[in-house]
């Protein structure tokens, strides 16, 4: 179900963006001609009035043709300069060009809304970090960068099963769990959970893997400048956080706090991959992997293998909306920031910009975008996030 909510989340992601540019536009007479979701070849169309609709072979992405808004564009004989893109003011350019931005601010504020109101909002100790419960979200399938089944998935934990006793122990915190399970790595146990009114025995043998020392929440680092590792037992769940039921009202705020606080992040990751461009193509061809731990791009693909209960599948696509709505808003062409940037030039200045000494910065921006999703797709389908 929550691959399923992902996939519908994305290509609503993709509609509802361009959705915003051509409302804006068609409220301010502008002639749109063309709102297609996908690139490539065109796959079905039908015209509407002056609007040819459609759908193309290659689901990443979508665009809306507003006539005048291609710098380069020469207009037709029968068609009106003054219903262009750019025979508008400065605030409907602004206005057609951030309607989509704006979208995915107002899609992940609504999302964040809906889980908080809906699923709580998760509580975070004195350290920040989110309280977690004993009560499972997700099952590793593999263990970490291999294809051998991880010891939950050979036991048959599901999500929503509760660890209660571990070698008829009684299990009462995350955390006692999680230290039993990683100093008793290799050695044969009893995992007791609770499935609905059911208490189960599940045998299981953790295994042994490479954990990176952390102290005070900080890598150690070895002499070397690397990252000093242990041997650790792993079972391969994930624990669902403890949240707290907030009204509908009072939720409004917090929602909003999240989404700022996304949209940081969202902000340094970007740059993380701006800076670390060249290390991420390093790792493709058997590099440090180091920068992969910290930031790496994410398909489609990687988003539906990430999907999981409803609400953090719900809450992954509120974060999306976050880095693509972030993504947008900067300041270069071909994005939307970089046309709102000409207008607010063309507005502050008087003069119309020399679009051509644009070109070269405009195709650097979209190899990086391109080069980004190619690496995603790869990594997606080659490394897959565990």
């Known amino acids: 179900m929550g691959s399923f909510v992902m996939i519908a989340g994305i290509v609503a992601m993709i509609v509802i963006h361009e959705g915003g540019h051509f409302v804006a536009a068609k409220a301010f007479g502008m002639k749109a001609t063309k709102a297609f979701f996908g690139f490539g070849p065109k ?5 509407r009035g002056e609007t040819e609709y459609g759908i193309r072979a290659i689901p990443l992405g979508g665009y809306v043709r507003i006539i005048g808004m291609n710098p380069f564009e020469e207009l037709a004989e029968d068609e009106d300069e003054s219903r262009t893109y750019r025979a508008a003011p400065f605030w409907k350019k602004a206005v057609v060009v951030l309607a989509g931005v704006l979208t995915h601010f107002v899609v992940a504020l609504l999302l964040l809304w809906f889980v908080g109101a809906f699923w709580g909002v998760v509580v975070h100790d004195a350290d920040g970090l989110p309280e977690r419960t004993t009560t499972i979200a997700a099952v590793s399938q593999v263990l970490p960068n291999t294809d051998e089944p991880s010891p939950a998935f050979t036991a048959g934990i599901v999500p929503g099963d509760i660890i209660i006793a571990v070698n008829g122990d009684p299990i009462v915190t995350w955390d006692e769990f999680g230290r039993f399970a990683e100093t008793h790595g290799g050695e044969d146990v009893v995992i ?40 650790a037992g792993f079972f391969g769940v994930t624990p669902k ?22 949209a940081v992040m969202s902000g340094r990751g970007l740059w993380q991959m701006v800076v670390g461009f060249p290390k991420l193509v390093m790792s493709l061809f058997g590099g440090d992997d180091e920068i992969l731990d ?21 809450l992954l696509l ?13 300041p270069l062409y071909p994005l939307d920031g970089g046309h709102f940037a000409v207008a607010a030039y063309e507005k502050i200045t ?18 990086f975008l391109v080069s980004l999703g190619l690496m995603a797709v790869y990594l997606d389908i080659v490394r897959p996030i565990q």
Not at 197 to 221: K, N, Q, S, Y
Not at 294 to 303: A, D, F, K, N, Q
Request: aromatic share 4%; hydrophobic share 50%.
């Open 43 to 47: 796959l079905w169309s039908i015209t």
């Open 192 to 231: 007791t959970i609770q499935r609905e009114d059911e208490v189960i025995d599940l045998p299981a043998t953790l295994a042994i893997i490479e954990r990176p020392r952390i102290v005070d929440g900080d890598f150690v680092i070895g002499p070397d400048g690397e990252r000093v590792t242990h041997e």
């Open 241 to 262: 956080a403890q949240r707290e039921r907030i009204g509908p009202i009072a939720m409004i705020p917090i929602a909003a706090e999240q989404m700022g606080e996304a």
């Open 294 to 314: 910290t930031v790496r791009p994410i398909s489609p693909i990687g988003l539906v293998q990430l999907a999981g209960p409803m609400e953090t599948t719900i």
């Open 318 to 330: 509120a974060l999306v909306n976050v880095f693509v709505g972030v993504l947008n808003f900067v």
């Open 350 to 367: 008087g003069r119309t910009p020399n679009v051509e000494k644009l070109v070269p910065l405009a195709a650097v921006v979209f190899i």
